[in-house]
């Protein structure tokens, strides 16, 4: 018979654990194939975090896109209705001077510049070089005289190559005649054949200009005959010096 007092704890016997623990009292770390219970919420609201950073940042993109968009087109049309009513003012990288072009009128400082590249493609050519040159003189030529210019180009240029003839122009002198969209270029010509110098001369090439929606054109270009250099009178302007060789 037990009596009040000898009841004790037998050797070799614990307390019983408590029946609910906490989960993160069990995960002790030591089998690493288990994740922590934490470590995939952490990954979801990680990933929705930066799933919501490339939704923000695909919406500005396409934001900035259209933006550009709109500016190019709005650009285009201050262009168009520039080149349609008012008077564009253009400084080339390749020039000293600035120029100014009108919906169907280009200023005098246009004209002879454009008219001293004309001559020089026209007249300062070879039997290597000439076909280049007409196909890019033939970039400025107004629609409505393509046609002939090029075949008047062709039949020059197969003369040139058949004779292996050779010229080089040295401008001396413009007289520009802005009220016409006009300019006579003076300049020495020289011939060769075979490339053995034949004669020199002073040679007069009129290139007639015509300005379509802002834009200048080659209308045509003709030598012409002058007893004297040219000389500015109504409402041509004065001849103006050239380079000189």
Do not use: C
Not at 13 to 38: E, I, N, Q, Y
Not at 232 to 240: K, P, T
């Amino acid at each position: 018979m037990v009596r009040q007092g000898q009841v004790g704890t037998a050797p070799g016997l614990h307390d019983p654990p408590g029946l609910l623990v906490p989960a993160d009292d069990l995960w002790d770390g030591r089998d690493a194939a288990l994740p922590h219970p934490g470590d995939e919420r952490l990954k979801f609201d990680l990933r929705k975090k930066s799933l919501e950073a490339s939704q923000t940042t695909i919406a500005l993109q396409m934001l900035l896109l259209g933006l550009s968009v709109l500016a190019n087109v709005a650009l285009a049309w201050a262009v168009i209705a520039l080149a349609g009513s008012g008077r564009t003012v253009v400084v080339p990288p390749s020039v000293e001077k600035s120029f100014w072009v009108e919906k169907s009128h280009a200023s005098a400082s246009y004209l002879e510049q454009m008219a001293g590249y004309v001559a020089y493609l026209s007249l300062q050519v070879s039997p290597s070089t000439v076909e280049y040159q007409s196909r890019q003189l033939l970039e400025y030529v107004s629609p409505a005289s393509h046609g002939q210019l090029k075949q008047d180009m062709s039949y020059a240029a197969e003369k040139l190559r058949r004779e292996n003839v050779s010229q080089t122009y040295v401008p001396r002198g413009y007289e520009v005649d802005e009220k016409r969209q006009s300019v006579v270029v003076q300049g020495k010509l020289t011939t060769y054949v075979n490339e053995k110098p034949i004669g020199t001369r002073e040679a007069f090439l009129e290139i007639a200009f015509e300005v379509v929606h802002g834009k200048l054109y080659v209308k045509s270009i003709k030598e012409v005959n002058r007893d004297q250099a040219p000389a500015g009178d109504g409402d041509a302007g004065a001849v103006r010096a050239g380079a000189s060789g």
